[in-house]
């Protein structure tokens, strides 16, 4: 089993930057790729940005260029830098993890909420 928590948001204007974070615990060594996705209401969970075990990231087209993903493999941290965020970014925002064996697992979500 691996627990996540996460941690972050909070209530900004446009054009201003959060920093989430993301701490695995348990299990930890399974981990292979980490994630950041988000709902916001009324919509479907969408993959807003991924990172592999070998550094390899990915991020959902409305993010490229604003948000940065890293990870901290000796602290089991995965963080979601957001830069120049906009009202539509407003969402909850869950961390995931997938291991080895491509079991996923997901944290309880933190609210990023953007005013105009």
């Known amino acids: 089993q691996v627990q996540l928590a996460e941690s972050g948001g909070g209530l900004v204007q446009a054009g201003e930057s959060l920093r989430l974070s993301c701490t695995a615990s348990?299990?930890?060594?399974?981990?292979?790729?980490m994630g950041w996705s988000r709902q916001a209401p009324g919509k479907q969970r969408e993959l807003v940005a991924s990172?592999?075990?070998?550094?390899?990231?990915n991020y959902a087209d409305s993010v490229k260029g604003r948000f940065t993903i890293s990870r901290d493999d000796g602290k089991n941290v995965v963080y979601l830098q957001m830069n120049s965020l906009k009202p539509e970014d407003t969402a909850v925002y869950f961390c995931?993890?997938?291991?080895?064996?491509?079991?996923?697992?997901w944290g309880q979500g933190t609210q990023v909420t953007v005013s105009s």
């Open positions: 348990g299990r930890t060594f399974s981990i292979n790729a």
């Open positions: 995931n993890v997938r291991t080895h064996l491509l079991i996923a697992y």
């Open positions: 990172i592999s075990g070998d550094g390899t990231t």
